[in-house]
């Protein structure tokens, strides 16, 4: 497939000229942001400008495609709206559009004066750091919070349970003791010419709609690779994907109830044996208390639960068992539940259940393999055990999995919790840096917001002017886009270059702000002369997946693939003592997870309903008659950015929620509708989408919504309490573990907006976007 273009244009030097343009083939991470890091070519005319982009078809990772919203990064990095210079704001004029711009060593010192005065004041552990999700900036602010303000608490971005990733994360750990990713090849740069791979035969796509996410470092068009190959999928959603309409199997679930999906789907593999013996034998631990477990889990129980057919449970369980070689890509739908551990555990157990664990096209094991904590690690080398001392959270209260210290970061609740009361000490400062926590990330937006405005020094690290940064920051410090730093990016294999091409003001990569902040306060922590020699010596120094690479040769390669191989558990490759078995208690994959039990979770996979439900709670259930899940991911736009793209919003313009036709009509609610979706918690506007692949009986709210057109400042702030959804989600609802929230198990009723809603927003819009 990668020979279908010129190789005279499409040149693999990593660097050449196309006229009067200069091309640098590298990779584009960000900013702006997403998790995945696509293949791209720079073009830079004679003054350095950029001037247009393409994917890179020399790659194996993205094979020449890109995102729409890589296609318009040019707009993104010249867009007017861009903050590129350092700015002060007097905190009495919090809320007003009243910032100065200052030098970068301005902002520098007056960040150092505001660590010395919080720190003077209440001590250095009352300073938080807040990080957002994984763009190229997780790691960055919380080695500075730790190596040179002092302070072990991070997380002030306050994702309720940290309900991304880390639930599914923490619960591979515990259960096969590493990290497991569906394999479409792309671990070794041969692809699908590498002799020993071969496609799965089966793809369950579960609670993830890969082809908009690219989520974790999964590029999802790697699915379509592998269906062109043959590859069928079965899927579970409550809403039609473009995936699922290309299914063998769909299975429209309720919102929250996998778990029990996934346990009645193993009750029929364990009747019908429909599993493979083998692995069961050799490699998995508790498999008689799990057939325990599930016996009793009938695709009657389930079907009434779930709402889905008993004949389509059954369906799945033949086609699971059946298929060959499966695999599992699962979704964030896994985490936004407060039950995340036990979902979790339920559906992992029917991927071991087949025994396609690290075996070609199976689930394959990538040895921790995340360049980033690597990175972190590696920098924060120098720092004692002492930087964790009396880190919020640690005192036991935040869920069993928590208080052992698996998440690695300050609990988000604990900050709340001690922001809000200051117990068992106050938080006064806030240094956030890719997050806008109450614009999008954290829930019950409106209570974070109340909180966080009382700050006593909010700093903002950020590339636009946000409805947070207008509401709260003192001082804004304007951050590099991905074409205006020099990086890495590796999240699982391959590791690959990312190359400055262009600067833009004075905007700074987080890793040479956190080096050169770092340096003024802590310089024997921060001792790099520079960037490329710091990430240098962590990229040679990581304990997981070893290369060996100066970043001037990994400029000029583009792209490294670190060796890899399958079938590790067999050849003692993933055990501590490098026996063979699985790096768990047991040392197999734990049917009967022994963390789980040392720490008083259920060892086997459980269901239970959602806290709020209509079974749970029938009450509320009468007034608030549909379930609600939010966040469900689109194309236009990642998290709260984008907004301020034009191009974006011509294609996506207003928030949109997804309800069914017959839902619809019982609310009176009609096709492009401004309606408000409202429950318990609170309310938010947005535009109706009455579509039938929408599941009776639920609703699907966008995330992240403000409008960089309404008024900046208060009360308005862009809007961002109109149509912001964690409006209706809550804080501080996680499972035993810490992890796990409600923010996709909500209830929620709809209807119009008030007449006239809306009447002047296309105007609005407009005027504002005009050329
Ligand atoms: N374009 C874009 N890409 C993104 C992001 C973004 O904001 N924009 N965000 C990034 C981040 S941080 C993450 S975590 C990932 C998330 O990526 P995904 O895991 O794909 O997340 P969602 O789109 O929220 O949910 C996926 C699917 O789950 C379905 N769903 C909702 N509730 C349930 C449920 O209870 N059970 C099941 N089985 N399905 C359910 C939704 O209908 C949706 O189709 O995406 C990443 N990629
Ligand atoms: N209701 C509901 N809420 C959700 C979700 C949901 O599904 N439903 N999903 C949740 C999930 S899974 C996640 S992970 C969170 C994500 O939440 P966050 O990751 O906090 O995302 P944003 O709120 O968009 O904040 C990111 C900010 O970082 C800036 N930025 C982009 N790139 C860079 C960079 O390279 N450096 C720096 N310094 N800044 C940068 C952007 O301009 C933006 O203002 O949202 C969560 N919120
Ligand atoms: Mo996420």
Not at 106 to 113: F, P
Not at 197 to 216: C, T, V
Not at 284 to 311: L, M, N, S
């Amino acid at each position: 497939m990668r020979e279908c273009f010129n190789p005279d244009v499409y040149k693999k030097d990593w660097q050449y000229q196309e006229g009067d343009l200069t091309v640098t083939r590298t990779c584009q991470w960000s900013a702006p942001g997403c998790h995945q890091g696509c293949s791209i070519l720079f073009y830079t005319d004679k003054d350095g400008k950029l001037v247009k982009v393409e994917g890179d078809p020399n790659s194996p990772v993205t094979d020449g495609r890109l995102c729409m919203r890589c296609l318009a990064m040019v707009e993104a990095v010249y867009h007017p709206d861009r903050i590129v210079h350092p700015m002060k704001r007097d905190r009495s004029d919090r809320g007003k559009d009243k910032w100065v711009q200052i030098t970068m060593d301005e902002a520098y010192d007056l960040c150092i004066e505001m660590v010395k005065d919080t720190t003077e004041k209440y001590g250095a552990k009352s300073i938080c750091t807040g990080a957002g999700t994984g763009r190229n900036a997780t790691w960055q602010s919380n080695v500075l919070g730790h190596g040179a303000f002092g302070t072990p608490n991070d997380n002030a971005g306050l994702l309720a349970g940290n309900c991304c990733y880390t639930p599914r994360m923490q619960g591979m750990n515990a259960i096969f003791g590493n990290t497991f990713i569906a394999d479409c090849g792309q671990l070794n740069e041969a692809r699908f010419d590498h002799p020993e791979y071969r496609r799965p035969d089966l793809f369950m796509i579960w609670g993830n709609n890969p082809l908009r996410a690219n989520a974790d470092g999964f590029f999802g068009h790697w699915i379509i690779d592998c269906m062109k190959r043959g590859s069928k999928l079965m899927t579970v959603d409550p809403q039609v994907t473009w995936l699922s309409a290309h299914s063998e199997l769909y299975l429209q679930v309720r919102p929250g109830t996998d778990a029990a999906l996934a346990l009645a789907i193993g009750h029929v593999m364990v009747e019908e044996e429909l599993y493979n013996k083998e692995f069961v034998d050799l490699w998995c631990y508790g498999f008689d208390e799990y057939k325990e477990r599930v016996a009793d889990w009938t695709p009657e129980r389930a079907a009434e639960i779930c709402w889905v057919p008993a004949e389509k449970i059954v369906a799945a369980a033949r086609l699971i068992g059946t298929a060959g070689v499966t695999t599992l890509q699962w979704g964030v739908a896994f985490d936004q539940n407060k039950w995340a551990n036990g979902t979790a555990h339920a559906v992992a157990l029917l991927q071991a259940m087949t025994g396609n664990i690290d075996n070609p096209g199976g689930f394959v094991c990538i040895n921790f393999g995340y360049v980033q904590s690597d990175i972190r690690e590696n920098v924060a080398k120098g720092l004692g055990p002492e930087v964790r001392k009396d880190r919020l959270g640690d005192d036991g209260n935040w869920g069993a999995l928590n208080a052992i210290g698996k998440g690695g970061h300050a609990i988000p609740e604990a900050i709340l919790h001690a922001a809000e009361t200051g117990d068992p000490y106050p938080v006064k400062m806030l240094f956030l840096c890719s997050t806008t926590a109450f614009t999008n990330m954290a829930g019950q937006a409106k209570r974070v917001y109340d909180c966080y405005k009382d700050m006593d020094h909010v700093v903002i690290c950020d590339l636009f002017m946000t409805p947070t940064a207008m509401a709260i920051g003192d001082l804004f410090i304007p951050m590099a886009m991905s074409c205006e730093r020099n990086c890495v990016r590796g999240w699982y294999t391959p590791l690959r270059s990312i190359v400055k091409v262009t600067q833009t003001g004075e905007a700074v990569g987080d890793e040479q702000m956190m080096l050169e902040l770092g340096k003024k306060m802590n310089p024997d922590l921060f001792y790099w002369d520079d960037v490329p020699e710091m990430l240098e010596f962590c990229t040679n120094n990581m304990a997981t997946v070893p290369i060996h690479v100066t970043m001037d040769e990994l400029r000029e390669k583009v792209i490294i693939y670190p060796d890899f191989e399958y079938r590790k558990h067999e050849t003692g490759k993933i055990r501590f003592d490098g026996q063979p078995g699985f790096n768990t208690l047991s040392g197999r994959v734990e049917f009967f997870c022994n963390m789980y039990n040392n720490v008083g979770m259920d060892p086997l996979p459980y269901f239970l309903e959602p806290p709020e439900s209509p079974v749970s709670t029938p009450e509320l259930f009468k007034e608030y008659p549909l379930v609600l899940t939010t966040g469900r991911r689109c194309w236009q736009y990642f998290h709260s950015e984008h907004r301020q793209l034009k191009s974006m919003r011509e294609f996506h313009k207003w928030p949109m929620f997804a309800i069914n036709p017959e839902d619809a009509a019982a609310a009176g609610v009609k096709e492009g509708m401004w309606c408000v979706i409202e429950n318990s918690h609170g309310k938010a506007i947005e535009v109706a989408h009455v579509t039938d692949t929408m599941m009776k009986g639920v609703v699907s709210a966008e995330h992240g919504w403000w409008f960089p057109e309404r008024d900046p400042e208060e009360p308005s702030l862009y809007g961002v309490f109109e149509s912001n959804i964690n409006c209706c989600t809550v804080q501080g609802d996680f499972g035993p573990s810490g992890y796990g929230s409600s923010y996709k198990t909500q209830l929620c009723k709809v209807y119009p907006a008030p007449e006239g809603y809306g009447e002047t927003f296309e105007q609005q819009f407009a005027d504002h976007y005009k050329a």
